[in-house]
């Protein structure tokens, strides 16, 4: 009897294993996280790097960081830095707030990440303008399947 109730243990959890990870975000996913911060606006390239590793061994921790070119000044400066990533269950992983008395626009976290894929940031500037830089990264071992 201990067998058999181990072997079912075992396939359920491969089952839910195999479940979870098809829960991944698509593109699409993506692109309507990004239209949602965007809200009808549009999107410029540059005054945005990020930084990721090209190769991480393991999803559930991935260094990351984000820095953008801005005075940093009340009349001009970066309100918002959001991190968008194609591959995850939830696309808009996290979102940054600044203001000018930021001091500087440069932010280094810790991300999980679901599986190789492109990662954005989208600084929203306090004059209505958007910028994005993305990096992409190839994941050996996914984190964010575990439910």
Known sequence: MMMKRRAFVISAAAVSGLTSLSALATVADATQAV?????????????????IPPLVENG????????????????DHVQAIHIVAEGNPLPNVVSFYLS??????????????GDSQRVLAIAQMSDGTFWQ?????????????EV
């Open 35 to 51: 239209d949602k911060i965007l809200g009808g606006q549009k999107i410029s390239t540059g005054r945005v790097k990020l930084v």
């Open 60 to 75: 559930n921790l991935v260094t990351m960081r984000v820095s953008v070119e801005s005075p940093m000044t009340k009349a």
């Open 100 to 113: 000018s008395r930021s001091g500087r626009a440069d932010i280094t976290t810790r991300i999980r990440l």
């Open 133 to 145: 830089g993305e990096a992409s990264t190839l994941v050996t071992i996914a984190a964010c399947a």
